[in-house]
């Protein structure tokens, strides 16, 4: 991995503290030298984990000052007896570890719901983590906070603002209860960039509007999820207004990124599915269209049998709850038009078959109306695999 | 079956016309010998077939009045360029048969979207439909709608009002594409009694949102949706306001079967489920919450896989779009409780394993709250069948 692409100011750790089952690493830690501003999006599920209510919290208290984050997967520590007080118990651990308060640390979890986290080995894994923080085990990090990933999901880029060049670099994990319309999964994305929390969170909250939030899975909407961004300042580039398009255009383009990888990387995806919809009313309206399509069983089906079916994804679209007249609509699947004013094209349907059988889907939904409302939005196929990981994740 | 079980006042045929690949009998028509009061809930997809559409008007323009109903299994004449003019043909090549307006006929598709219906073979089976119309071949009919079905679908019920008794007698199709929120999928119900359509239309709706608007087996919504009800008149009995709560527990009693044969029959399924949410604020909320529990593929997973994990039901009720506190939240699996106060139950997980391989399953979900609301909702499991079914429908 190209170092020159960290952001400076930040340190990583990971081990292996006995959370899962397979002895992997399940505990990592992401270290700013001193406190950086932090912005989060949390789920919008009303069952709410531990660590998402305590770093809620946590990030209130501190008015949006963050000195580390530690996340562990293998457990949720959602619907658990002990949930708060093992949340509470790790961020001053960390803290106390770290020197600085137990407000400043965040927490996040992902994996089994409702089974009871022993708190203690997050605590006893402490010491050693802080021991092994170091500015290059961004990788490790990534690849702690795994669950049913098969790879780690990592992103970079720069931005040159009027004072310099600042980095991002962010890390997400996926790949199953994954729906939009918030800040799915977990997310970590640190800058060296320098900016007040009040500048970060619309910045997040934008960037998240054009990726995580435009992706989807399996429709089901994790209890847990938390994407946090944290800017050290370390760069000694400050963030202004005159900037500020500038720097929302890397972090779109690692959150776009990230969001991407955990697409490709569903839970038993054979294929990724990129959906674009134009000549929408509005960009709502395109993303709700778009939306139902990634979310229909019937599309996502027919792609894993590279089927070029596009009734269900003409019939998936006028389920949007969007007005839509079918006579006006076109579908290309992997830039074959397949349907033209809502009916049949000619197509070579055997050698359409053929393409379909490529690990990149593309379908495009081109609404003839005089709108200008588009939107992407990012998918995977549904395939034997997934039943297979979900029918048995648990044991 | 019972012959005495049979509404009076209607004829039923089937053939095979050429339409799907298998010779299996792909037409259905169904008889009023005089016209019938008749009440219809059709697809709220914004993509309507050509048959909804043609129904839709004919239903308007005869006031209610319907002869019969013309249904084929194997196309679903939607998004097609010669749609309206056969759906149009085939009701009038029925009127002209049986000697009616073309207007008091119904037309009904189902199959694959996005082909063009070779109206000629409707129009030429037509003479043979009706010289097989018999009072006894209703279960033919109900074969010859089915599609992915592993089985016909048929319901029975009898009402005893003030001037006497009458039946009612269902038939419905499965099994992919069924969402609730609508009239979903085909369904056809006659009754002898007498009634106007003024009086049917409210009755069918109440019936079908405590049946099919509770049924979920995918969370597509498919295009053709059409449920209609026929009153005869037959039996010289009529439904008066004093009868009215009586005719229509019956009629849900046949609806709600249906549905639940639907889902039982649900692709792919190997288990069938049932949500019944109580102590919600009110129905709405419960059957928001049953309608998220039902269509979260982690859930469905979980019940293939016999895993009582019942965080994923948590988790999916949370994100119902209603206020939960999981704090008041009690889930049971096979009338064992796995959650209480929204935290895990002591529970006998071997023994609980062995009872959810069974082939009925049921999921309760209990609010301690202060709230009447409650709501039954039927689906069933997600299993690996309804992918390989899904990935190769069409070819």
Known sequence: MNRLNLPLGFRYASTYAGIRKQRRDDVALIVADSPASAAAMFTTNRVKAAPVTVSMANLKASRGKVRAIVVNAGNANCATRTGKSVATATCRAAGEALGCPAIQVLGASTGVIGVELDGALLVKAMPKLVKGLSADRFDDAAQAIMTTDLAKKVAFAEARLKGGRVRIAGMTKGSGMIQPRMATTLGFVMTDAAAVPAVLQPLLREAVEQ?????????????????????????????????????????????????????????????????????????????????????????????????????????????????????????????????????????????????????????????????????RFWTCDFTEGYIKINASYRT
Chains 1, 2 share one sequence.
């Open 211 to 375: 990726s995580y939030n435009r992706l989807s899975v399996d429709g089901d909407t994790s209890t847990n999820d938390t994407v946090a961004l944290l800017a050290s300042g370390a760069s000694g580039v400050k963030v202004t207004p005159a900037d500020r398009a500038d720097f929302l255009a890397a972090l779109e383009r690692v959150l776009i990124s990230l969001a991407e990888q955990i697409a490709r990387d569903g839970e038993g995806a054979s294929k990724f599915i990129t959906i674009e919809v134009t000549g929408a009313a509005n960009d709502v309206d395109a993303t709700q269209i778009a939306r139902s399509i990634a979310n229909s069983p019937l599309v996502k089906t027919a792609i894993a049998g590279s089927d070029p079916n596009w009734g269900r994804i003409l019939s998936a679209a006028g389920n949007a709850g969007v007005k839509l007249d079918p006579a006006l609509c076109d579908v290309k699947l992997q830039g074959v038009t397949v349907c033209r004013r809502g009916l049949a094209a000619d197509f070579d349907e055997p050698a359409l078959t053929r393409k379909l059988d490529e690990k990149e889907c593309s379908i495009r939904f081109c609404i003839r109306g005089k709108g200008r409302g588009k939107a």
